[in-house]
């Protein structure tokens, strides 16, 4: 299983990037995908994911409403489709598998995840 997270840059607050995750011999009707965000002095933090089989998505509360996971099964692909975005929204982004569904208390437990990507660089700054 191989992860490669893409789409990072630099956007203005307000702006939007589309981030994206390419799964290597992962097929996502069995696996589970997450995006994680890690600031410069901060835990990496749980963002979204998207569970296996059904599509289920789930959203930390400060990106709802700004940020939406969606996958293409036929590409083996997660993209994180980010909006109004903000400087606290600065941090590399990763994206990470696991074979399980996710609930809702615990989707965001970095440890439940067995395979992660390299990260993708996000600064919004004007």
């Known amino acids: 299983v191989q992860l490669q997270a893409s789409g990072g840059g630099l956007v203005q607050p307000g702006g939007s990037l589309r981030l994206s995750c390419a799964a290597s011999g992962v097929n996502l009707d069995y696996y589970t995908i997450g995006w994680f965000r890690q600031a410069p002095g901060k835990e990496r933090e749980g963002v979204s994911c998207?569970?296996?089989?059904?599509?289920?998505?789930f959203y930390a509360g400060s990106v709802r409403g700004r940020f939406t996971i969606s996958r293409d099964t036929a590409k083996s692909t997660v993209y994180l489709q980010m909006n109004s975005l903000k400087p606290e929204d600065t941090a590399v982004y990763y994206c990470?598998?696991?074979?399980?569904?996710?609930?809702?208390?615990?989707?965001?437990?970095?440890?439940?995840?067995?395979?992660w990507g390299k990260g993708t660089q996000v600064t919004v700054s004007s």
């Open positions: 998207i569970s296996r089989n059904s599509g289920r998505t």
């Open positions: 990470a598998a696991r074979s399980t569904s996710p609930i809702t208390s615990t989707w965001s437990r970095r440890n439940d995840y067995d395979y």
